[in-house]
Every structure is written in structure tokens, then in C-alpha cells.
């Protein structure tokens, strides 16, 4: 079974530029949520999809970042316009909804760097 | 204050050693807790939930005193490929919602 994958894997770009991350979960996976590392910190929460629907979006720093989940398959999060305190390594994580365990399998993240 | 507290260590320790770490968390309504590890610029990946009760996988024991609101690893005869960043993890009660609370890891390595 694949896993949890995530497009692109770096990308480096200047600041006030856009960029877009996709995240692709595990077939069947209902929840989606999205995670970022930045330098010298913790993983920390960013929001949480059930299907295409936001469940919690708490931890979006501001309004240049959006998150989508059309038909609730994979998401985007864009990035716009970006700044130099954005970079970090953003994780993708899903669950399966029922499950016992509620294990968040993590994708590779993608590494961005604003310049 | 941290959510989650962890002693970053790094932690140097000859192979065959016993190591542990330990973890502190500041929400005393947390329900689940766990361990992740996470190799150098990889993904991570979960070792072990921790129980009440204490639970024990091979060579890793985990703990947990709510009371103390404290979380704990235990790594016997350690092994090479154990060097690692261990984090610990607390689910934040948000209802209908699963936001996982990162420490800041501990980072081991294990020398020959």
C-alpha cells in the first residue's frame, strides 16, 4: 500500500512569490492534516481536514496560507505571497476515521526556503 | 510555557546501553500520548502509544503518570540503528478533531 506522498519534495523561491505543496494520502484515508517545522522549533499544527471539509484550522499562522481538499482526495496548501519566515519543512499526515489506534502516518514533507 | 516538554538533549550513549528520556505535558485533559521517531531529514514515524498501564514493545517501555502529567521512554540494549530524534506526542482534545502536540524531540545517537 503506498503511503502518504508529497509534491515537491524542496523548493526554494523568493520572497512575495507563490508556492503550492500537495499532499496525497493513503487511499481511503478521510483525514488529512497538514504540519510544519520550522528552524529550531517543534513540528506544529497547521489544520486538519475531514474529507473536503476544515475540521480545525487553528494552527494556520495567517491569511497568506490556504488549504484545500476538493473532493477530498488530495490537498494543496498554497503560500501567498511568501515570506522568509515561512521556510521550514511542511508534513503531510492522514488517519483512517474509525480506527482504533487513530495513527497519523506522515508523508516526506516538503522542504521550502524563501529567500 | 511549552505544551510539551522535552530535554533535547543530545544524548551520546555506547551501544548496549540503557537510555531513557522523559516528557512533560502542560494539557492535563490530553487522552493520547505516544512516541515518534524521526530519522535525520525523514518523515516521523510512530514507535509506540503509551498507555496507563505502561506498555512494553521488545526492547522500548513507555509510561505515563497523568498525575504527574509525565511520559516516559526506556530503550534497553541499545542498538546502532536506534540513533534517532525521539518525540514525544500528545493529542490535544479538540472534539471531532486529532491535532497531535509535538515536543521538541531528544535527539539520540548510539556509538559503536
Known amino acids: 500500500e503506498a503511503g502518504v506522498t508529497q509534491f515537491p519534495s524542496h523548493s526554494v523561491i523568493e520572497k512575495g512569490q507563490t508556492v503550492t505543496l500537495r499532499c496525497d494520502p493513503i487511499?481511503?484515508?478521510?483525514?488529512l492534516y497538514w504540519y510544519r517545522r520550522v528552524m529550531g522549533k517543534e513540528i506544529k499544527f497547521l489544520l486538519h481536514?475531514?474529507?473536503?471539509?476544515?475540521?480545525?484550522e487553528s494552527g494556520m499562522p495567517n491569511n497568506r496560507f490556504l488549504a484545500e481538499r476538493t473532493g477530498g482526495t488530495y490537498s494543496t496548501l498554497k503560500v501567498q505571497p511568501a515570506e522568509l519566515e515561512d521556510s521550514g519543512v511542511y508534513f503531510c499526515?492522514?488517519?483512517?476515521?474509525?480506527?482504533?489506534?487513530?495513527?497519523?502516518?506522515f508523508g516526506p514533507g516538503t522542504r521550502l526556503t524563501v529567500l | 510555557r511549552k505544551e510539551v516538554e522535552q530535554d533535547p538533549g543530545p544524548f551520546n550513549v555506547p551501544e548496549g546501553a540503557t537510555v531513557a528520556f522523559n516528557c512533560t505535558y502542560s494539557?492535563?485533559?490530553?487522552?493520547?500520548f505516544f512516541w515518534y521517531r524521526q530519522d535525520c531529514r525523514k518523515e516521523p514515524k510512530l514507535l509506540m502509544s503509551?498507555?496507563?498501564s505502561g506498555n512494553e514493545d521488545g526492547r522500548f517501555t513507555a509510561q505515563l503518570n497523568r498525575a504527574s502529567q509525565y511520559i516516559s521512554l526506556l530503550i534497553r540494549d541499545s542498538k546502532l540503528s536506534d540513533s534517532a530524534t525521539y518525540l514525544c506526542?500528545?493529542?490535544?482534545?479538540?472534539?471531532?478533531?486529532?491535532?497531535?502536540?509535538f515536543g521538541q524531540g531528544t535527539r539520540l545517537t548510539i556509538n559503536p
Open positions: 481536514f475531514v474529507k473536503e471539509s476544515k475540521q480545525d
Open positions: 503509551v498507555y496507563s
Open positions: 499526515a492522514s488517519s483512517q476515521r474509525e480506527r482504533g489506534e487513530l495513527e497519523q502516518f
Open positions: 506526542v500528545v493529542n490535544e482534545p479538540v472534539q471531532g478533531a486529532q491535532k497531535l502536540v
Open positions: 494539557n492535563s485533559a490530553s487522552q493520547s
Open positions: 487511499s481511503g484515508h478521510d483525514n
